[in-house]
């Protein structure tokens, strides 16, 4: 724990208005009331057999519904499925092969139609052509594209197999996708030439033959051509995707898979630099993505459900790809940036496929403030029904906003909380049975235990503490690729018998939770989650750079934004922008610092520890309150001086 913890904890300031359903909302509901609370209360674990009974297909039915051997759980045990039948076939086999599964935009306006049959027929193919590239059960693939139907295919495809896939964000660097690819030590890297963003073509295929030079594991390479860009290809380990699919069988049985075959590895920042490789399962995985997508957003079979998160995030894995195909769902993918061409796009889409249901993190919803209330008021919204959030807490103005403005006053809004370690979807209203108030995440779904704890780990039942959880749930991690060891003790080590989530959070007179931001050193970017320590590393890794230490400071729009503050080697001259594009190129322009100041020293207590809660002061402009324990005052002094000038932006 940083020495900024309490910090997080900090009181809030009470939040009175509340929302209820309408009735209108909640005649048509799935769920109002409190019966699906109450069942869960009586039988988590029933209740959990039961949702895997009604909403997924099994092969071989499970022996065990849940075997926890702290910290290491198996869902369904002796259950057989397999992920890809139950996003694809099975609709196929109803006779919905011809419901719309993607209406897929492209950045520069270009449109594709994607139904079932065509996504099955399509996933079908891509299985055989990873098998002929030698992908068999349990080999890992790294997938690298931009947000084109062919990432969700190649998800698919690895699933049908039994390959788990290791899904990097485009926006990484070289040095992060070789980092993620050697440790999962995949087989197969799918890419595409480049990708639409802002009106341009930003190249991903030359990215990855730069990670590609020191990836011995990597035997072929599937390119997808959409930039157009010119790209290079290596003779016998690179194809081009549309010349291994015309060659391709177009039959690949979906054969039954153990319920805890490895489904997938996301790799995601910890408090230390090197990123872990979270391990999701088949089973129980889709289980609660299924069931929490269907609850949460309420989905009926008329939907139409556009999530705005990017395939390369546990969101995308989620809530585009597995919990929205498993329901049958038809659903909206965009490729580009909510403002190109104009600030309106996000709108004009929603009012061209009339989109029912809207999730998107709140970094975003502040954006859409800035841009003015004109922008949605160009279109006709009254198709939207439930509008969600994720990513970092929402904060009420924006809530009310997203409220008001998007939803025209009569949509819920879900506030959902949860990680890519859990998977799917934890604490968050049910739209047609839960009051809302605006900024909180309200409670947690049925079947899931979470409670606060002080710093001794007992229970809060008031007021601010740690988020746990205190019971095993369907989709948690299985643990981290190739460290079990760090898997116990990053998450199950703090509060005896509980798995902490790193967030600080408060309950209030109602038992509403309110959560409050990350307690450790983790940033939360526009709702990517970036390491202090990361950061720092890759600062220190530039020959000029003797010494810098990283923190998030409070942003209006991003959440948090990352301010370094740096020490240079005796003699050495860099610019700003040079470290700052030094660290887009170590780890991804998601990790470029808004802010660097140079200063001759950190502040540092006398045992030589980096004073981070000053320097987050400093950032933030607060007055500091004790320095007594700083080895030298001056050296704030003069940080503080510094900050008051204003900080550059990309
Ligand atoms: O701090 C919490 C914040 O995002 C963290 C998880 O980040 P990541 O694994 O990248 O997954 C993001 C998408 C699920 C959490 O520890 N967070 C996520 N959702 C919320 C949130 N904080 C407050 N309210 C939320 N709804």
């Not at 900090?10 to 009331?33: H, I, Y």
């Not at 993918?333 to 009339?354: A, K, L, T």
């Not at 989530?501 to 007179?509: I, N, R, V």
């Amino acid at each position: 724990m940083s020495d900024n913890s309490s910090n997080a904890i900090d009181a809030l300031q009470w939040e009175n208005r509340r929302f209820p359903p309408s009735e209108a909302f909640k005649d048509q509901a799935l769920v109002a009331g409190t019966f699906m609370y109450d069942t869960a209360a009586q039988d988590d674990l029933g209740f959990w057999a039961q949702q895997a009974a009604e909403l997924i297909d099994w092969s071989t039915d499970w022996e065990t519904i849940c075997e926890w051997n702290l910290p290491f759980a198996k869902w369904f045990v002796g259950g057989q499925l397999n992920v890809s039948y139950n996003c694809l076939d099975r609709h196929v086999l109803a006779g919905r092969g011809d419901k719309v599964a993607f209406h897929w935009v492209g950045e520069p306006g270009d449109t594709r139609t994607v139904t079932y049959s065509d996504l099955l027929a399509e996933t079908q193919r891509f299985a055989n052509v990873l098998k002929g590239l030698g992908v068999g059960r349990g080999d890992r693939v790294n997938i690298y594209l931009p947000m084109i139907p062919e990432a969700a295919v190649a998800m698919l495809a690895c699933a049908r197999i039994g390959a788990a896939h290791s899904v990097v964000f485009g926006g990484f660097s070289a040095h992060s996708l070789r980092d993620r690819i050697n440790d999962a030590e995949a087989k197969v890297l799918i890419t595409a030439d480049g990708g639409y963003r802002r009106g341009d073509v930003f190249a991903l295929k030359p990215v990855a033959d730069e990670a590609l030079e020191s990836t011995p594991s990597i035997t072929g390479v599937v390119v997808v051509r959409r930039g157009g860009n010119e790209v290079a290809m290596q003779e016998g380990r690179d194809h081009w995707y549309h010349d291994l699919m015309a060659a391709a069988d177009p039959v690949c049985a979906a054969d039954p898979m153990d319920s805890e075959q490895l489904l997938f590895l996301l790799y995601t920042s910890g408090t230390t630099g090197k990123p872990k490789g979270i391990m999701h399962t088949s089973g129980g995985y889709l289980t609660q993505v299924a069931f929490t997508h269907k609850y949460v957003f309420d989905l009926h079979d008329d939907d139409v459900y556009w999530c705005t998160a990017d395939v390369g995030w546990i969101t995308g894995h989620s809530y585009i790809v597995y919990g929205p195909l498993a329901n049958g769902a038809t659903q909206v993918m965009y490729e580009g940036v909510p403002n190109f061409p104009g600030n309106d796009r996000f709108w004009e889409i929603i009012e061209s496929y009339g989109v029912t249901k809207f999730y998107t993190a709140p970094t975003a919803i502040r954006t859409f403030m800035k841009w003015g209330i004109e922008e949605p008021a160009k279109h006709d919204l009254s198709s939207l029904k439930v509008l969600g959030s994720v990513g970092e807490p929402i904060n009420p103005e924006a809530w009310m906003w997203y409220h008001e403005h998007i939803g025209g006053g009569r949509c819920p809004i879900v506030d959902t909380w949860w990680q890519t370690e859990t998977g799917g979807i934890m604490i968050s209203p049910l739209p047609g049975a839960t009051t809302t108030k605006p900024g909180s995440a309200t409670f947690p779904l049925p079947g899931i235990g979470a409670e606060l704890v002080d710093e001794n780990g007992v229970r809060v039942d008031r007021g601010g503490g740690y988020l746990t959880l205190t019971r095993p749930w369907p989709s948690m991690l299985r643990g981290i690729w190739g460290d079990q060891e760090r898997y116990r003790e990053t998450y199950w080590s703090r509060f005896d018998g509980r798995y902490f989530a790193g967030d600080g959070a408060k309950l209030d007179d109602d038992g509403y939770l309110w959560l409050l931001g990350r307690v450790d050193d983790v940033m939360n970017v526009s709702g990517h989650r970036i390491s202090t320590t990361e950061v720092e590393s890759a600062l220190v890794a530039h020959p000029s750079v003797a010494e810098a230490a990283v923190v998030g400071a409070t942003d209006a729009t991003t959440g948090q934004a990352i301010i370094a503050y740096v020490t240079l080697r005796g003699g050495a001259e860099v610019t700003e922008q040079d470290l700052r594009n030094f660290v887009g190129e170590e780890i991804g322009h998601i990790a470029k610092p808004k802010a660097i100041y140079f200063t001759p020293d950190l502040p540092k207590t006398r045992s030589g520890k980096i004073m981070r809660r000053l320097l987050r002061d400093v950032a933030e402009g607060r007055n500091l309150g004790d320095t007594s324990t700083l080895a030298d005052a001056n050296v704030v002094t003069e940080l503080q001086r510094r900050a008051a000038d204003v900080p550059a932006e990309d």
